[in-house]
C-alpha cells in the first residue's frame, strides 16, 4: 500500500466533518446532535494533528488537538445536563418539540 | 528468541504498512453509519468505533500522547458521559425517532454538495508552499525520554510556556511563546463546566405529589 500523506488525512477529516453536519442537522434525537458536534470536532483535531506532522505547525498542532478534546468533554457534560433537564420537564428528548421560545 | 523474532518482524511490517488504510476506513465507515442508523444505542456504538480508530490514526501521526488522551477523555468519557445520556432518556418510543425519507435525500444531497466543495478547496491549495523545513521533524528529535513516548515531555513543557522543540538551535532573538495562560483557562473552565452541570442537573423537589399530602 502506498504510505499516506496529508492530502489522505484531510480527506478522512473532511468526511468526518460532513458526516457530523448531516447527523447535527438530521437527527432529532438531542443526543444524537451531541454526537454530530462529537464527530465534527474529531475531524477538526485530525486536522490539527495531521498539519502538526507534515507541516512546520510542529507541537503546536497537538496542543490544540489536547485543548478540543478536553473542552469537547465539558461541552457534552453541560449538554447532557440541559438534555436532562429538558427531558424531566417535557418527557421526550425530541428537539422539534423544543418550540416553547418560538424561535 | 532469534526465530520468534524473524517471524513476528514481517508481521510488524505488514501490519505498519496497512494499518493506517484500516483505521481509516474504520473511521470513515463508522461515521456513516452513525449518520445512517436510526436507533441512538447503535448511534453511540459505532460513534465509539469511529473514535477509537481514529485514535489509531493519531498514534499513525507520531501523536501517541494525543492519541492516548483521546482514548482516555473521548472514549473513556465522554462517550461513557452519552451513552449515561442515552440510558436516562430512552424510554420506549425515544430509542427510535425516525426522519422522514424526503429529509434523509435531501440531507444526503447537501451533504456530497459540502463534502466536494470542501475538498475542492482542501486541493486548490499547496499545503507545502510557506514551508520553513528547517523546522520540520521537530517533534520527534531529542528532549524526549524513548520509554516515555516522543511527545510527553515537549507537550507537558508547552503547556508551562517552555519550548525546547522551537527553541534549541533556533537562531532567532526571541522565545517562542507557549501555552500556559490556555491551560490556567482552560482549569477554570473545566471548574465552571464542573459546578454549572452538578447545578443544572441536580435533583428537582416536585411539588406535585407534595400538595395531595398536605390537603389530606
Request: charged fraction near 10%; charge should be negative.
Amino acid at each position: 500500500m502506498p504510505a499516506p500523506d496529508l492530502s489522505v488525512y484531510l480527506f478522512v477529516a473532511a468526511i468526518l466533518f460532513v458526516c457530523g453536519v448531516v447527523c447535527m442537522a438530521t437527527k432529532r434525537n438531542a443526543i444524537g446532535v451531541l454526537m454530530g458536534v462529537e464527530l465534527v470536532l474529531n475531524g477538526a483535531n485530525l486536522n490539527f494533528v495531521a498539519f502538526a506532522r507534515y507541516t512546520s505547525l510542529g507541537l503546536d498542532g497537538q496542543v490544540m488537538s489536547l485543548f478540543v478534546i478536553v473542552l469537547a468533554a465539558a461541552e457534552a457534560a453541560i449538554a447532557l445536563a440541559i438534555a436532562l433537564n429538558f427531558y424531566n420537564n417535557h418527557l421526550t428528548i425530541d428537539v422539534d418539540r423544543a418550540d416553547e421560545l418560538q424561535g | 528468541m532469534s526465530v520468534v523474532r524473524s517471524i513476528i518482524d514481517p508481521l510488524f511490517r505488514v501490519f505498519n504498512d496497512w494499518a493506517f488504510w484500516v483505521f481509516a476506513l474504520t473511521t470513515i465507515a463508522a461515521a456513516i453509519a452513525v449518520v445512517v442508523s436510526q436507533n441512538v444505542v447503535r448511534m453511540a456504538f459505532w460513534l465509539i468505533i469511529s473514535l477509537g480508530a481514529t485514535a489509531g490514526l493519531f498514534f499513525s501521526l507520531d501523536a501517541d500522547f494525543v492519541g492516548s488522551a483521546q482514548l482516555l477523555i473521548y472514549v473513556g468519557g465522554t462517550l461513557v458521559l452519552l451513552i449515561f445520556g442515552v440510558m436516562l432518556t430512552a424510554s420506549g418510543p425515544f430509542v427510535k425517532i425516525k426522519t422522514s425519507p424526503g429529509e434523509g435525500v435531501l440531507a444526503a444531497l447537501i451533504g456530497v454538495l459540502l463534502l466536494s466543495l470542501i475538498l475542492y478547496s482542501a486541493c486548490a491549495v499547496d499545503w507545502s508552499q510557506n514551508e520553513n523545513y528547517d523546522l520540520q521533524g521537530r517533534v520527534a528529535s531529542g528532549f524526549n525520554v524513548p520509554a516515555e513516548g516522543n511527545t510527553t515531555h515537549t507537550l507537558g513543557l508547552s503547556l508551562l510556556s517552555a519550548r525546547p522543540d522551537k527553541d534549541l538551535g533556533s537562531t532567532t532573538a526571541s522565545l517562542t511563546s507557549g501555552y500556559l495562560l490556555p491551560f490556567e483557562i482552560v482549569s477554570v473552565h473545566l471548574l465552571v463546566v464542573l459546578v454549572g452541570a452538578s447545578y443544572l442537573a441536580r435533583a428537582k423537589r416536585r411539588k406535585e405529589p407534595a400538595a395531595p399530602q398536605s390537603s389530606a
